[in-house]
């Protein structure tokens, strides 16, 4: 190749020059756009908010909190399925699952690696939950997410096969599932999986808080992890599961802001022709 003469290569760096500082201000431009929620996601945020709200008082009211109760099972097996997954994932045998009626639940395993299995729980939950509000922001994603919680399911009523609690709750999720995948070409399904997301998140923060931060609980999964990792107290340890679960709700909105950006015609059109209600 020949050599540029002076004035070419003065061109050439000039050029250079004036193309880089276009190029930064069209990918901040990208940026900024792909960070800007629409009128539908707008809504969307608005919705979730709500349903934080919603959700963080009727937590504190005795009578009212009953509203939840199904729903606080349904995030104790998130939690329970997330053990079981890195029971299996560390090869360790299962063995069952089982939801108690006072909320709380219990993975009976032997075998696989403690440090993965103890703090999988928590983080498992908190993991789902943030899936489920990034699908919530459009109804196909919500629709696959269904499936996805359709084989949760299955797996959890194989080890919880025994325990009636396990049955009721998941034949009632099920049962609102389908309700709402019929209603309005599935619209209000996107804002039932939403829920079960925030809630999922939300339980997994006052649950850390509660049983690891504001009072020890020597049976919880923190302490039995700083038992088995001996260099910090549950207390730090629940703090730093704090953390990673604010932190998959956060990303999980960013998710959801940068992925879907369809309106809410362009969301019921791609609906209409992915596993359609009947009544469509």
Not at 10 to 38: D, F, I, K
Not at 43 to 66: D, E, G, K, M
Request: with cysteine; aromatic share 14%.
């Amino acid at each position: 190749m020949p050599a540029l003469s002076g004035l070419e290569a003065r061109y050439v760096e000039l050029a250079a020059r004036a193309a880089a500082p276009v190029s930064a201000a069209v990918t901040g431009a990208q940026v900024q756009a792909l960070l800007t929620p629409n009128h539908t996601q707008v809504v969307t945020l608005i919705v979730a908010s709500v349903y934080v709200v919603v959700i963080a008082i009727l937590w504190h009211i005795p009578i009212l909190s009953w509203i939840l109760y199904p729903f606080k099972l349904l995030t104790v097996g998130f939690h329970e399925m997330s053990h079981a997954f890195a029971g299996l994932m560390t090869c360790a045998k299962i063995y069952s699952i089982e939801l108690d009626p006072d909320e709380g639940g219990a993975t009976q395993m032997s075998g696989g690696v403690s440090w993965i299995t103890l703090p999988a729980g928590y983080l498992g939950s908190s993991f789902i939950g943030g899936c489920l509000i990034t699908c919530g922001f459009d109804i196909v994603a919500s629709k696959i997410a269904c499936l996805v919680l359709a084989v949760f399911f299955l797996f959890t009523l194989w080890w919880a096969r025994k325990n009636w609690i396990s049955w009721i709750l998941i034949l009632g999720m099920s049962g609102l599932i389908i309700l709402f995948w019929f209603v309005k070409n599935s619209v209000a399904l996107r804002y039932f999986i939403l829920f079960v997301g925030v809630m999922s998140c939300m339980y997994v923060l006052w649950d850390v808080i509660d049983d690891t931060i504001a009072r020890k609980v020597n049976t919880s999964d923190a302490s039995q992890f700083a038992h088995v990792c001996g260099c910090c107290p549950s207390q730090v340890w629940g703090f730093v599961w704090l953390l990673v679960a604010a932190a998959f709700f956060a990303a999980a909105i960013i998710v959801g802001i940068i992925a879907f950006k369809e309106d809410d015609a362009a969301q019921e059109a791609a609906s209409s022709t992915f596993l359609p209600s009947p009544f469509h």
